[in-house]
């Protein structure tokens, strides 16, 4: 990315697309650093999508690669479905930042490191045998040596801040070099410091200091030749805004409440990376919005499957050690048949596992995850906005068919953003609830809708609609306790259809592609980006190659068989080691289905995916 200086002043270039990732101690405020250029890169009108990657331990020693931590961004003018594979800017601010992240830099593209924090000490304690920034390891890159440090201080001396106060705006200093390099606007980031600290005076001084400091910075040294331009993408007119997964969902389920007038109840115990759907919904209480953050899991869902039974959409939200602890209760749910919805936001396990790495190994526990015959509805989401889509889809068919409904994100989702528009309430799909009805005047609470098996859903304490519900097996009709061998039968068979029955209403899959290629390529929730990135590229090279990504794992869309029968070869992508694809062998036994996995923590890079592709299509 660097190019000559021209007449001795530096040159313009204009790029389609451009992946910057910020690294450094846990405590250097890379996350913020890595939002804050989004945010504005989003403003300007790019294309983007993010990767914070951060260490579990809340506070590694200092200067380790334990405790590195991570933003990657790719920005463009056209369409942008990834973080991107390798960065084309590298920013370290120390040995061990550049130790654990190099491996994420192309050759040929800038690193920039804090040249103060490569001393001795510093560089030991990150592995370093020789100083890096000497030895001929970044002699395929164009390094910045930027003395980031000392010139944060120099930048804030006069104001009344201590040293740590000072050394914590060296991240400022770091973001006005990326403002220079990709012709960012200032102005936002500023906006943003004088409202952060508007109680500390000094505080946004010294934070829009470091930041003006580290743009002229920029501008003057002969190591940065270019500035870069990344031109506004073209996407559809309409209101956008910034948006995580985690905020995506939490917006989706306040959605789906505010369609049907019901009040929302979050019951939930704090778990990584699912905490922020709590956090964000905490907030809107004005919304009618009820949350209890409860004192384990079990109490989590439990309260969720009583705010169902009284008649409020009862959500609870976790991870896969939190899932397993509700395994219980989500039966309880199957067996009552109220709605009820779980967000699982897969990590790495099992059990504490990874806490901050992503995966997406839960999904035999979300279709077989409970005891005996408990069938629920799975739902997955495939990128940080459509968590909106189908957090409110989850809810939608969780009310309408009276059946628990699991949706799985996953880390990369959660805390992964992008552009966002704010739909229509006309554009989104109506909620029409199960409502209890009475037959010849008599109500009976398990008598149910024709086509889609529900039973009528009726609020406690309404005259003429008592009822019971609970655990034990319930009689046909009636829902009185029943151990009757038959009717036990008859009831399982019933639950287990009527979610089958789901799949009449949800849509069909659709084919990336011309639909008579070689290969199929399968995917499945978060690798959506990456999956069709790789085929996207593949097909404009006149590979055979076609893809489908499956939003409903749990019944499958009602044309899954006939698509796959158009391919000899079917290769299912996924984050675990191969659980959609033993699901899909499952269900249509005798096909060529083949499975490609990854269980790093990480997403799944487009150069990889390619090089498998490619691979199968030899054959």
């Known amino acids: 990315m660097s190019d000559p200086l021209v007449n001795g002043k530096k040159t313009t270039t204009e790029l389609e697309k451009v992946v910057i990732r910020f690294a450094g101690d846990s405590g250097d405020g890379m996350q913020l650093t890595g939002s804050q250029f989004s945010f504005t890169s989003a403003l300007w009108g790019n294309d983007l999508a993010t990767f914070p990657d951060f260490p579990a331990e809340i506070r590694a020693p200092q200067g380790t690669v334990e405790g590195v931590s991570g933003f990657q961004v790719q920005i463009g003018k056209i369409d942008i479905y990834t973080p991107g594979d390798q960065a084309d800017v590298l920013v370290a601010m120390n040995p061990a930042a550049l130790k654990s992240n190099l491996q994420f830099a192309r050759k040929g593209g800038n690193v920039i490191v804090d040249l103060d924090a490569f001393v001795d000490r510093n560089i030991e304690k990150a592995g370093f045998v020789t100083n890096p920034l000497e030895d001929g390891t970044l002699a395929d890159y164009n390094v910045v040596e930027a003395p980031i440090s000392s010139l944060t201080k120099t930048a804030l001396e006069g104001l009344q801040l201590d040293n740590k106060s000072i050394m914590r705006s060296k991240n400022m200093f770091a973001l006005g070099m990326m403002y220079w390099l990709f012709d960012r606007s200032l102005k936002e980031t500023e906006k943003y410091i004088d409202s952060k600290f508007k109680k500390t005076p000094a505080l946004a001084e010294g934070n829009k200091r470091a930041l003006n400091a580290g743009f002229h910075y920029a501008e003057t040294i002969e190591a940065l030749p270019s500035m870069y331009k990344i031109p506004p993408a073209s996407i559809e007119k309409g209101v956008y805004r910034h948006i995580s997964g985690n905020t995506a969902t939490a917006w989706g389920l306040m959605a789906a409440a505010e369609r049907i007038g019901k009040k929302l109840f979050l019951g939930s115990y704090p778990i990584t990376p699912a905490s922020d759907i709590l956090h964000e919904l905490s907030r809107h209480k004005n919304l009618g919005v009820i949350t209890m953050q409860a004192e384990d899991e079990i109490a989590a869902v439990c309260s969720a499957i009583g705010a169902s039974y009284a008649g409020q959409l009862g959500v609870t939200t976790s991870s896969g050690p939190g899932i397993a602890l509700k395994g219980e209760a989500i039966g309880l749910a199957v067996m009552a048949e109220i709605p009820l919805v779980v967000v699982d936001v897969q ?80 554009d989104m799909p109506p909620i029409n609830l199960a409502e209890a009805k009475k037959s010849n005047g008599v109500y009976y609470p398990y008598e149910r809708d024709a086509e889609k098996l529900a039973r009528g859903w009726a609020v406690p304490g309404t005259p003429g609609f008592e009822h019971r519900i609970g655990g034990l097996e319930k009689q046909e009709k009636t829902g009185n306790v029943s151990y009757d061998p038959t009717n036990h039968e008859k009831m399982v068979r019933t639950r287990a259809e009527k979610v089958e029955r789901v799949a009449n209403y949800i849509p069909d899959l659709e084919v990336q592609g011309n639909g008579d290629g070689k290969l199929l390529v399968v995917g499945w929730g978060g690798t959506f980006g990456g999956l069709r990135t790789a085929v996207t590229e593949l097909q404009h090279a006149n590979k055979k190659v076609d893809f489908v990504h499956f939003n409903y794992i749990n019944p499958l869309p009602k044309n899954t068989k006939a698509i796959f029968e158009r391919y000899s070869k079917i290769v299912v992508c996924e984050l675990n080691m191969g659980q959609f694809a033993s699901l899909l062998r499952s269900k249509f036994p005798g096909m060529n289905i083949l499975s490609y996995s990854k269980i790093q923590g990480q997403p799944f890079l487009v150069t990889e995916l390619k090089e498998v592709f490619i691979e199968h299509l030899k054959d």
């Open 347 to 426: 990590r790495g396990g099992p059990s504490t596992g990874l806490p901050t790495k992503t995966e997406q190994a839960d999904i035999n526990i979300a279709v077989f995850g409970r005891n005996s015959e408990s069938p629920a509805v799975v739902l997955a989401a495939s990128t940080p906005a459509n968590c909106f889509e189908f957090a409110y889809m989850a809810a939608k068919i969780a009310m309408e068919h009276m059946t628990p409904v699991i949706l799985l994100t996953d880390g990369y989702l959660a805390n992964g953003s992008e552009p966002w528009k704010f739909p229509k309430t006309a």
